[in-house]
């Protein structure tokens, strides 16, 4: 007989017999408290909580905890749950290791959903837990109380993140707690990782639950995807024989070992690697044979494509592939099947964890070392002209945009020469482009996912900044972008946590990514003749720097060019002195 089976026959012949037995003496604690020490058990270091009515037996429970030194883990009071999903898939990005989210009913569920979104597409793994409003409305501990109780019950609350979830549940006893948590947290971080949504209702949270399960290890393991040797075998030998490789890697390499892998297995086969539309660093900036966001003249004229985790490799309507080139797809869902319609060729598809594919490939390319020809000694020289030529272009690009207003491109080259020299992060939210900073590690990149749900980067920073407080985390944004960020609540939590990012609003007064979008499909048509352009403009524009002050953080406000590099040295200086959150606003061209 199980041990849960024990346990409920246990409770049943204490009621019956009207045995004067304390929950204590039972060993037990509120479901609440015991979903947050199994969470413990799984590897969760934090809880990004929004708590609302539903949280007593959380509450609770965390007192409870504390009370009997139980273990759990630390629960950070989030003041907007949008930016509790982006420090969760901050602190994935910096450590690994899937976080817990918990949001007030319906209402906080719907904040999380863009969150959820961009970590669906991001393949970021979170544990994302919401209350449920009572299902009783009496006689019962947690029964509904006010009002709410009844206006935020929905007939499928879960629909509200279930496009961007891998599973849902709602938790339905006590005794599930153990079991359903390591379910949630096993699917979440099995390939293709990513979040997954329960519901909590209040009553069940209210239920004594039995501790003896919370401490033994997880019943259920995250299923691993492996390397298919004889793929990857095949994927070599298309590469090695031939004459005009491209690979393109917009999420990165995986690993800090795969990137080095990786770097010195392009180098040595001469093989241009194109970033384009690149959400993670695969390959150092200054890299010769990083061909930098552009495809061209390279995908036309390739033979063999390497399509490395992308979503989108190319725009199907301006980049033609040769109708014989060999096209790989490889990632750990590399035909992307959650989006219904993704129709980029691919001739061989595999499916693997992206390190460990890169560092298969790399070993597999060894065998065809001794039989390299001298196309490789022809393509080095035209390719590394070519990528010189567009790295020069684009250092050119940065020193023309030095005006007033300046231009990205130059904002970009002034953060390079600041934070050279020292470990750095990068967050790029239509913010500073790549191509202007000198980045040479993994995990010192990261922009916007392609999902495109906007005030992701300052939260996204801060979870970096939590995992690693030594780290020079610099999110740079729009000053759409920051506004969509809730930046008032994105301040308090630096300031409660001590979190010392440096934050850049490239501040243009309109939505430029609208602008460019209605200029590329309509480049003759009346908005783009308009000295007004409908639906864009942000102007007037607020004084950002008045919201980060509120929260007591170093600012400076910058429009012309000449003065921009001497605002980032003093911005990193009061974050290496102070060890708190510097903003700068700088003036840029539209």
């Keep these: 007989?199980?041990?849960?089976?024990?346990?409920?026959?246990?409770?049943?012949?204490?009621?019956?017999?009207?045995?004067?037995?304390?929950?204590?003496?039972?060993?037990?604690?509120?479901?609440?408290?015991?979903?947050?020490?199994?969470?413990?058990?799984?590897?969760?270091?934090?809880?990004?909580?929004?708590?609302?009515?539903?949280?007593?037996?959380?509450?609770?429970g965390l007192a409870e905890a504390r009370a009997k030194q139980i273990d759990l883990p630390e629960a950070l009071v989030m003041p907007h749950e949008n930016a509790a999903m982006g420090m969760a898939h901050g602190y994935y990005f910096a450590t690994g290791k899937a976080q817990a989210v918990m949001a007030h009913t319906n209402v906080g569920l719907a904040n999380c959903a863009i969150g959820a979104i961009n970590a669906a597409t991001d393949h970021v793994p979170i544990l994302l837990f919401s209350g449920r409003t009572p299902v009783v409305e009496r006689d019962r501990l947690g029964a509904r109380t006010v009002p709410i109780g009844w206006g935020q019950e929905m007939r499928d609350q879960a629909a509200l993140v279930r496009e961007a979830s891998k599973w849902d549940y709602e938790l339905r006893f006590p005794e599930q707690v153990a079991e359903m948590a390591d379910r949630a947290h096993a699917i979440a971080t099995s390939a293709p990782k990513g979040p997954v949504y329960m519901s909590l209702p209040r009553e069940?949270?209210?239920?004594?639950?039995?501790?003896?399960?919370?401490?033994?290890?997880?019943?259920?393991?995250?299923?691993?995807?492996?390397?298919?040797?004889?793929?990857?075998?095949?994927?070599?030998?298309?590469l090695a024989n031939a004459k005009r490789p491209l690979i393109v890697a917009q999420r990165g390499t995986g690993s800090a070992e795969a990137f080095a892998a990786f770097s010195e297995l392009v180098e040595r086969w001469a093989i241009p690697v194109s970033?384009?539309?690149?959400?993670?660093?695969?390959?150092?900036?200054?890299?010769?044979?990083?061909?930098?966001?552009?495809?061209?003249?390279?995908?036309?004229?390739?033979?063999?494509i390497i399509v490395l985790d992308c979503l989108a490799p190319w725009s199907p309507d301006v980049h033609k592939p040769q109708s014989d080139c060999k096209i790989i797809q490889i990632g750990q869902n590399p035909l992307y099947s959650r989006f219904p319609v993704r129709n980029f060729r691919s001739d061989l598809s595999i499916m693997a964890e992206t390190a460990d594919a890169v560092l298969a490939l790399a070993e597999a390319m060894k065998a065809f070392d001794a039989g390299a020809t001298n196309a490789v000694a022809e393509r080095r020289s035209v390719i590394e002209a070519r990528t010189r030529k567009a790295q020069q272009g684009a250092l050119a690009a940065a020193e023309a945009g030095n005006r007033s207003p300046m231009t990205k491109a130059y904002v970009s080259k002034c953060?390079?020469?600041?934070?050279?020299?020292?470990?750095?992060?990068?967050?790029?939210?239509?913010?500073?482009?790549?191509?202007?900073?000198?980045?040479?590690?993994?995990?010192?990149?990261?922009?916007?996912?392609?999902?495109?749900?906007?005030?992701?980067?300052?939260?996204?920073?801060?979870?970096?900044?939590?995992?690693?407080?030594?780290?020079?985390?610099?999110?740079?944004?729009?000053?759409?972008?920051?506004?969509?960020?809730?930046?008032?609540?994105?301040?308090?939590?630096?300031?409660?946590?001590?979190?010392?990012?440096l934050i850049l609003v490239l501040n243009n007064a309109e939505w430029g990514a609208v602008r460019h979008?209605?200029?590329?499909?309509?480049?003759?048509?009346?908005?783009?003749?308009?000295?007004?352009m409908p639906l864009v403009g942000l102007a007037p524009s607020p004084d950002f720097t008045k919201v980060a002050q509120a929260s007591r953080a170093w600012t400076a406000s910058v429009s012309e060019g000449k003065d921009l590099p001497k605002a980032l040295q003093d911005a990193i200086a009061h974050i290496d002195e102070k060890r708190g959150l510097a903003l700068v606003e700088i003036k840029i061209a539209g």
Excluded at 39 to 47: A, F, N, P, Q
Excluded at 213 to 229: I, S, W, Y
Excluded at 276 to 301: C, F, K, R
Excluded at 517 to 532: L, Q, R
């Design 1 to 60: 007989m199980g041990s849960r089976t024990l346990w409920r026959q246990e409770r049943a012949n204490v009621s019956n017999d009207n045995e004067s037995v304390s929950e204590e003496n039972m060993d037990t604690m509120t479901a609440g408290g015991a979903l947050l020490a199994r969470l413990k058990t799984l590897g969760v270091d934090y809880i990004f909580a929004n708590s609302g009515t539903d949280f007593p037996p959380i509450i609770e």
């Design 204 to 238: 069940v949270l209210c239920e004594p639950c039995p501790t003896s399960e919370l401490a033994p290890p997880p019943t259920m393991a995250p299923a691993k995807v492996g390397v298919h040797q004889e793929a990857i075998a095949e994927a070599a030998r298309l």
């Design 275 to 304: 970033q384009y539309w690149a959400v993670q660093l695969a390959l150092p900036t200054m890299h010769s044979m990083n061909a930098g966001p552009d495809l061209e003249p390279y995908i036309s004229e390739a033979d063999v």
């Design 415 to 501: 953060l390079s020469d600041a934070i050279q020299g020292r470990a750095a992060t990068v967050l790029s939210e239509l913010g500073c482009p790549m191509a202007q900073i000198d980045l040479k590690e993994h995990g010192s990149w990261f922009q916007e996912p392609h999902s495109g749900g906007l005030g992701w980067s300052f939260p996204c920073g801060l979870g970096i900044q939590l995992a690693d407080r030594e780290r020079l985390v610099v999110a740079t944004m729009g000053d759409g972008s920051y506004m969509f960020s809730n930046p008032v609540t994105c301040h308090q939590i630096a300031e409660s946590l001590g979190l010392p990012m």
């Design 517 to 532: 979008s209605v200029t590329g499909i309509y480049p003759d048509g009346y908005a783009s003749k308009s000295n007004d």
